[in-house]
């Protein structure tokens, strides 16, 4: 599997971004598709998962501003998020699950004050 993720870039506080994660290869179900994000000097963290079964879940940090789907093909995962703050400027990367873990190459959210 090989992930290809967009739609980073910079936001003022209180804006919207779209983050696009496209997996392709051998793609099977059940699978996991997400986002984590690690900000400088910090540990990656987890931020939310949408599974090929349609059940999604978010860190307390991002619930009720983020929303996680996926495409109805299950090879896209979106990630709208909204109400932006200072604190979510991180590299976000993205992720597939079945078996073992593939992470993308990162896409860069900065969220001006």
Known sequence: VQLQASGGGLVQAGGSLRLSCVASGSI????????YRQAP???????????SGSSTSYSDSVKGRFTISRDNAKTTVYLQMNSLKPE???IYYCYFFRDRTTWGPGTLVTVSS
């Open 28 to 35: 099977f179900s059940p699978n996991d598709m997400g986002w």
């Open 41 to 51: 000097g910090k540990q990656r963290e987890w931020v939310a998962t949408s599974s």
């Open 88 to 90: 979510d400027t991180s």
